[in-house]
């Protein structure tokens, strides 16, 4: 093994070659059930994402007004007759909708997730670049390796969902930081701005990706020096105001539509979960340890973090991604998909560990080795049998009766499809309506509604349905009903 690695290494550029191979390969991996209807994991949050961009595509692009098919006060607790949908500054979404309108010979599903892919692919790059300057040129290959290959990464990077662009934008961000702090250019600094403002408006939670820079920052400079140099203070003050500016303007523009904006403070620490035990248990134990690095990569992991250098950029980005799951403690417990942002530091953390453990002198060197070929390959294989579920359709009869829908119904037919409050059965139908009965049919009828459709026959509102209202298609999977025709 040891002379066919050596081997390897005398190639000029060998590292370029082998990331260019794991780009393709990182590629095809995430092609594995690309075209699956938008009901596999987390289709709730990916439906109201494709919904965006398909009312786009439908409608227009307008940056300004995002909307959904959403009409219901679940998310916001406020009615939202006009279906606004603003979280993230939807750049991802328009992208989506001009690739789906000017390319249609690849369908709009699959055009979202070839999109996270793409971005993604970007960021396993930068990764490359990042590990490269402060592991080594086979520490940022490695960092890329396992940022393209974790089976909870290839699933959570090709979703429609903006947190793939969201990642993309920050890495880019630290990377021309990067090349600031090493060649004193104000374009590179101006340039991380912008792209770091662009990650923050797609996701907020980005903003933690800044506390490596802050240490970056303090390295070179102290603090004194820059306070004392008014050159020096100006440019990082301009570099936070491109980065806060946009975001600040954005969130003054939403507050004017609060029907739209979805529900947030209990994401910080709505349950009180915060540092309790089961905090603990599911960040780091079930999703940590677990879910992404299988178990045995936690080995890897740990020797990352402690392996001595001088340079302590990967443990405060680690230490920001600490920060990001303790201020946002309840949705990260809650929500898997939120973990995404920490893999570009956990990968990092990785690669620093394989090298140490495939190079020490302090251990048994031929039993360090084995120890860390087994540990990847436990790894993944952990990880692929926990997340080869999230491919998987369980309710199949959401899409079918969205088809049906789809086929009876006008196109600017208003539905109730109750689903418990998700949203991916309403986007099957693509149809404007509600998604949970939120007071009463009848005052839902007196909103607009025009149809009901279900896939739930035992519950006393589909029962209340049946027996009050027409049932124009009934099989044994859905029902759909005309909420205009009351029976005598």
């Known amino acids: 093994m040891n002379r066919i690695i050596t081997h390897i290494k005398t190639f000029k550029n060998i590292e370029y070659y082998l990331l260019s191979i794991f780009i393709l390969l990182g590629f095809l991996v995430r092609l594995y059930k690309i075209s699956n209807p938008i009901a596999d994991w987390h289709s709730f949050r990916q439906?109201?994402?494709?919904a965006v961009a398909r009312l786009y595509l439908e409608n227009g692009i307008d940056l300004l007004y995002p909307r959904y098919y959403d009409l219901s006060s679940t998310q916001s607790q406020v009615l939202n007759p006009q279906g606004y949908r603003f979280v993230e500054f939807p750049i991802y979404n328009a992208i989506h909708a001009f690739l789906a309108r000017n390319l249609d010979f690849i369908t709009f599903e699959v055009w979202g997730r070839?999109?996270?892919i793409i971005f993604t692919l970007g960021s396993a790059i930068l990764?490359?670049?990042?590990g490269s300057k402060f592991i080594s040129k086979w520490g940022g290959l490695i960092?890329?390796?396992f940022f393209i290959f974790l089976p909870f990464n290839i699933y959570f990077t090709r979703v429609i969902l903006p947190e793939p662009t969201a990642i993309f934008f920050g890495m880019s961000g630290i990377y021309l930081f990067i090349l600031f702090i090493e060649k004193e250019r104000n374009l590179f600094l101006f340039l991380s701005g912008l792209v770091f403002a662009l990650g923050l408006l797609i996701k907020p939670f980005i903003l933690f990706y800044s506390v490596p820079l802050i240490y970056l920052v303090l390295k070179k400079y102290k603090l004194l020096e820059i306070i004392k140099t008014p050159i020096l203070l100006i440019k990082f003050l301009i570099y936070i105001d491109l980065i806060l500016v946009p975001f600040f303007v954005w969130r003054a523009w939403i507050g004017k539509f609060p029907a739209g904006i979805p529900g947030w403070s209990w994401m910080l620490?709505?349950?009180?979960?915060?540092?309790r035990p089961a905090f603990w248990r599911w960040i780091f134990g079930e999703r940590l340890t677990k879910l992404i690095l299988g178990f045995w990569g936690l080995i890897i992991f740990a020797f990352g973090l402690l392996k001595p250098k001088r340079n302590l950029l990967i443990h405060f980005f680690l230490l920001g991604i600490f920060l990001y799951v303790t201020v946002f403690a309840t949705v990260n417990v809650r929500h898997d998909y939120y973990q995404t942002i920490a893999i570009p530091a956990i990968c990092l953390a990785l690669a620093q560990g394989f090298i140490y453990l495939w190079n020490?002198?302090?251990?048994?060197?031929?039993?360090?080795?084995?120890?860390?070929?087994?540990?990847?390959?436990?790894?993944?294989?952990?990880?692929?049998?926990?997340v080869r579920e999230f491919y998987k359709i369980n309710h199949p009869e959401i899409i079918e009766a969205g088809m049906a829908v789809d086929k009876l119904t006008p196109k600017d037919a208003i539905v109730i499809a109750p689903y418990n409050g998700d949203t991916a059965f309403l986007y099957q139908t693509r149809r404007r309506g509600w998604p949970v009965i939120d007071s009463s049919v009848n005052e839902i009828?007196?909103?607009?509604?025009?149809?009901?459709?279900?896939?739930?026959?035992?519950d006393k509102d589909t029962i209340y349905v049946i027996n009050n209202f027409e049932v124009i298609e009934k099989t044994n999977t859905y029902l759909i009903a005309?909420?205009?025709k009351r029976k005598k």
């Open 47 to 50: 439906a109201d994402t494709a």
């Open 114 to 116: 070839l999109i996270s």
């Open 127 to 130: 990764l490359f670049l990042i």
């Open 143 to 145: 960092s890329a390796f």
């Open 269 to 275: 620490n709505g349950d009180g979960i915060r540092f």
């Open 360 to 386: 020490t002198q302090e251990y048994n060197t031929s039993v360090a080795k084995l120890l860390t070929i087994f540990s990847v390959f436990i790894m993944f294989l952990s990880g692929a049998s926990e």
């Open 445 to 458: 009828i007196n909103k607009g509604a025009d149809y009901y459709v279900t896939v739930n026959f035992d």
């Open 482 to 484: 005309d909420l205009h």
